[in-house]
């Protein structure tokens, strides 16, 4: 792949340091490591230059409609800024604790709130996942709050959820270092809500069970007894 010019479009030359790097950069993939100081706004100037393209190509008259006359720039901005925003924002800071009083019981956050984009059609998940712990005396503890922003992180991509709660599992687990690690999620697909089925019912629930939840029935069988009820009612 040969360098771009020095004018070329931000993207590609974004896109050639990740492909010199041999850098994956699927759609759940975080690359903030490979885009510099200020071009995310030159991103997103370039995305809302596209999707106005799109706009067009969808006989919209975005010149007289005044409801789809700043668009483009909404969507540009939701993309780069929010919604896929954990594609292109290092990790947040998360302040970890030595494991002084050396805890050793099991632990369960949730429900945490989670909200992503299926990476086929972005359409929204929107969502709920619980995590359990059991840590050990070389665990480092992290804040309650910090599993909400790592999921956010995660989560702020197109995704889909099979995978998201591995990536989920897979950062706790390099943080944590529990003896014992486990993710259940559930979450409403707008794929299926819009189109295809357009089924208003269907949701999707998935875990991830590692350690000592994976070889210890019981652990496993307190976790999901202590777990709130996934639906309400």
Same mark, same amino acid.
């Given at each position: 792949?040969?360098?771009?010019?020095?004018?070329?479009?931000?993207?590609?030359?974004?896109?050639?340091?990740?492909?010199?790097?041999?850098?994956?950069?699927?759609?759940?993939?975080? #690359?903030?490591?490979?885009?510099?100081?200020?071009?995310?706004?030159?991103?997103?100037?370039?995305?809302?230059?596209?999707?106005?393209? =799109?706009?067009?190509?969808?006989?919209?008259?975005?010149?007289?409609?005044?409801?789809?006359?700043?668009?483009?720039? $909404?969507?540009?901005?939701? @993309?780069?800024?929010?919604?896929?925003?954990?594609?292109?924002?290092?990790?947040?800071?998360?302040?970890?604790?030595?494991?002084?009083?050396?805890?050793?019981?099991?632990?369960?956050?949730?429900?945490?709130? =989670?909200?992503?984009?299926?990476?086929?059609?972005?359409?929204? &998940? %929107?969502? $709920? !996942?619980? &995590?359990? &712990?059991?840590?050990?005396?070389?665990?480092?503890?992290?804040?309650?709050?910090?599993?909400?922003? !790592?999921?956010?992180?995660?989560?702020?991509?197109?995704?889909?959820?099979?995978?998201?709660? #591995?990536?989920?599992?897979?950062?706790?687990?390099?943080?944590?270092?529990?003896?014992?690690?486990?993710? =259940?999620?559930?979450?409403?697909?707008?794929?299926?809500?819009?189109?295809?089925?357009?089924?208003?019912?269907?949701?999707?629930?998935?875990?991830?069970?590692?350690?000592? @939840?994976?070889?210890?029935?019981?652990?496993?069988?307190? @976790? %999901?007894? %202590?777990?709130?009820?996934?639906?309400?009612?």
């Amino acid at each position: 792949m040969n360098a771009p010019a020095q004018d070329a479009p931000v993207s590609e030359r974004i896109r050639y340091r990740l492909v010199s790097a041999g850098c994956r950069h699927h759609a759940n993939d975080n #690359i903030a490591a490979f885009v510099e100081p200020g071009e995310l706004d030159a991103l997103q100037a370039e995305v809302q230059a596209r999707m106005q393209e =799109v706009l067009r190509s969808l006989v919209i008259d975005t010149d007289s409609d005044h409801n789809t006359q700043e668009t483009a720039k $909404r969507v540009a901005k939701m @993309f780069v800024r929010e919604v896929f925003a954990g594609r292109y924002v290092p990790a947040p800071a998360v302040t970890e604790f030595p494991n002084v009083g050396r805890l050793n019981e099991l632990m369960i956050v949730g429900p945490v709130t =989670v909200r992503s984009a299926c990476s086929h059609h972005l359409c929204p &998940i %929107l969502g $709920r !996942l619980w &995590i359990g &712990i059991m840590p050990n005396e070389h665990s480092n503890l992290i804040g309650l709050s910090k599993y909400a922003r !790592l999921a956010e992180w995660v989560m702020n991509r197109p995704q889909i959820q099979e995978e998201a709660v #591995i990536m989920l599992a897979n950062e706790l687990e390099a943080r944590v270092k529990p003896d014992g690690l486990a993710v =259940v999620m559930e979450a409403d697909h707008f794929c299926m809500h819009w189109r295809g089925v357009k089924d208003s019912q269907s949701a999707m629930t998935n875990s991830v069970m590692r350690g000592a @939840f994976l070889t210890d029935a019981n652990l496993r069988r307190e @976790f %999901l007894a %202590l777990m709130p009820k996934k639906s309400p009612g």
